[in-house]
Structures are given as C-alpha cells and as structure tokens.
C-alpha cells in the first residue's frame, strides 16, 4: 500500500482497477482495516449519491414489501442488500440504523437524505454501538438523527403486536432474524407447558401462548426486558409468567425442584465473539444444552439456537448433542434453520449465514 492510498482517510470512496488498469468498481477504503476495501457498486461510472442510495433502498423495500404484509422488517442487510457496512430495521414510521464500517459513517448525510426519499420515516435512532465498529476505528454512540423516541415502539410479527426498546434493548432492538423459528417453535406449544430462556423482550414467549399452550414461563436476567414481554403478552390478550434470573442458575434450580416442560426454547445471547472465543463458547452451548434438556419432558421439544458467526454449524450440532448426551437423553433433530427472508445471504459470504437454530424430539 503506497503512503498516498495510506494517507486517504478512512471511509473514502475509491475505484478499484486491476493490474490490467480494468476499473472493476466504486468501493469504500479504509487503510487502517483488515478488510480495506467494500464494493458498493461495480460500474464505475455510478455516482454514489441520494439517487443511488434511494434506488438500493426502494429495491430493498420492495422485496420485503413482497414478503410480508406490514412495514416491520429488516430493510438493509449488509452486503446481501448492496451496502456493506449498513444494517437497518424498519419498525413501521421509525427506523434503527447501524453503520459498521467507515464509509458507511461518512455516507450518513446521504443515507438519511435517501431514507427520507423512500420512507420518510418520523423517526431515526442511530444505533451505532456495535462492537465491530472498533475493527474501523469508529467510536460507540447512540442517537436519534430524525424526529423523537418517547419509549418502545410496537411492531408485528407473524400476525401478534410486540414492544422493542430501540434505545436500550440489544442489537438494533429486535431480533427480526428469529421470526420464522418463533412461528414453527409456537406449533409445538399447543397444550404443552413453554419454558422460554434468554426472553429478550418474550418473541417465543407470547408466540407460544398464542398458539395455546398450557402455561408459558419466560427467563431473563433483564427486568426491562420481562416488562416488555408482559407488556406484549397484554398487548395481544395474553398470559405469560416471567422470571427475572441468571439463566444457567434458573435451570440448576428447575431441575433439582423436578420440573419439567412440553417446550423449552434456548436462545442465547453470542457465547462466541470471535474466534479465540470458539472453545469457551463451544461450552457454552454444550452445557446450556446439558442443563435445557433435562428439563424437557419425555417426548417434549428443545430449541437452541446461535447468533454466533464464528460458531460453525456443524460444531453446533456437535456440541448441542454432546450435551444431550450428558444428560443422558435421546433425541432426533426435527429442524435446522437459520435467519428468516429479510436477512438474505451474499452467496460470496457463506459466514454470513450467522444464525442457527435447531428443533430436537427429546425422548
């Protein structure tokens, strides 16, 4: 790298031409990443301006249009959509923006010029305190660009109404990515007792007591998060049970009380953030899968799933097994899925498949 494309600040915009002198497209650089260049469009004739942006905007729009039947989606997701570094979840007239990279920072006047143009939403909430951002060199901040956020804000999800704290609740506010495995999960509830550990804001949860089951306990060490679930179970007419606890300790304590559950859900935060991480977090799941499964009753259903990239899913399975097996019981493996339609692959970055969940018969 010359001192010249050294000294170009970080986020700029930049042609990429090979050695052939070939202009293979427009891309933002930053000199002091691992990974230096992002392309964002391959003609490099194409200013990146509000018009651009508006188009990648409108055309993701459309398809998540075409997917659901309300405006309550992840409208951006990175590279799958045309613009890495960019996350954005739509919540209706309010919007969360994640930008994860430096060009995607500098980028921000024309991002939110263009969301005006596509959404004009009444509100835009900054999210911009991802870890990842410290690999660009970017500090952590949240705030509002657009309009005013007095609280959480509703949204929909597989026909039931949910709060999100976009402001204090984790990622982006919601975890849009689980939506089709919280709809198969609810199928199982149906006159069966739900166990729903690591809550967030009670997605499994009030699913699973829509769709009929006997009694539905949701675990937590957050107590904002649990109001938030009991908020939305009332939002839609129903019950659930919350516990505010660590949830490795609840389910030593469930266990040694004899309790067993028809459906038990183990959505855990990352255990893996980065490579170095794999062995500890490894067991992690094994001994959350150790502890899940002695709670689900003969012919009952576990559910565990992974948000972690730098846990591959053959390691998963690996290690979710491992811990049946140490507790001693059987399974069959019902359903491996990852993240729902409006969180699209880049078939060039398979380890953009970050999520994934499994169902298990446990005997």
Not at 96 to 101: F, I, K, L, M
Not at 138 to 143: F, I
Not at 234 to 257: D, H
Request: with cysteine; glycine share 10%.
């Amino acid at each position: 790298m010359t001192p010249e494309v050294k000294a170009l600040p970080p986020g700029s915009l930049v042609q990429l031409i090979d050695a052939g002198d070939e202009k293979l497209g427009t891309a933002t650089f930053n000199p002091h990443c691992l990974i230096a260049a992002r392309v964002i469009c391959r003609d490099p004739t194409k200013a990146i301006d509000v018009d651009f942006l508006a188009t990648r905007l409108a055309l993701a729009r459309n398809l998540r249009d075409d997917l659901f039947g309300h405006p309550h989606y992840r409208l951006i997701h990175s590279e799958a959509d045309g613009l890495p570094g960019l996350i954005i979840d739509r919540y209706g007239d309010v919007v969360s923006v994640q930008a994860n990279t430096a060009g995607m920072e500098l980028l921000e006047p024309v991002i939110l010029a263009a969301l005006d143009r596509v959404l004009d939403p009444r509100a835009v909430l900054m999210r911009n305190d991802s870890p990842v951002r410290g690999l660009e060199g970017l500090a952590l901040e949240r705030r509002v660009a657009k309009g005013t956020l007095d609280g959480p804000v509703e949204l929909m999800e597989n026909g039931l109404r949910f709060l999100a704290d976009l402001g204090e609740g984790q990622k982006t506010g919601w975890f849009f990515d689980q939506r089709d495995n919280r709809a198969f999960a609810a199928t199982l509830a149906k006159g069966r007792t739900v166990l729903d550990l690591y809550s967030y804001a009670g997605g499994f949860a009030v699913a699973a007591a829509s769709a009929g089951a006997t009694a539905v306990t949701a675990v937590d060490r957050s107590a904002e998060c649990l109001e938030l679930a009991e908020q939305s179970a009332k939002l839609n007419g129903l019950s659930i049970q919350t516990v505010r606890a660590e949830v490795f300790a609840e389910m030593e304590r469930l266990a040694a009380g004899g309790h067993k559950f028809g459906l038990v859900v183990a959505d855990p935060p990352a255990f893996v953030k980065s490579r170095k991480d794999l062995g500890v977090g490894a067991k992690g799941y094994r001994k959350m899968a150790r502890l899940a499964a002695a709670l689900v009753e003969p012919g009952g259903f576990l559910v565990t799933a992974s948000c972690s990239h730098h846990m591959p899913l053959d390691r998963f399975i690996e290690e979710i097994t491992h811990g049946l097996d140490t507790a001693g019981r059987s399974a069959r493996i019902l359903r491996i899925a990852g993240a729902g339609p409006d969180h699209p692959l880049h078939p060039h970055l398979p380890e953009s498949a970050y999520l994934k969940a499994m169902v298990m018969q446990v005997d």
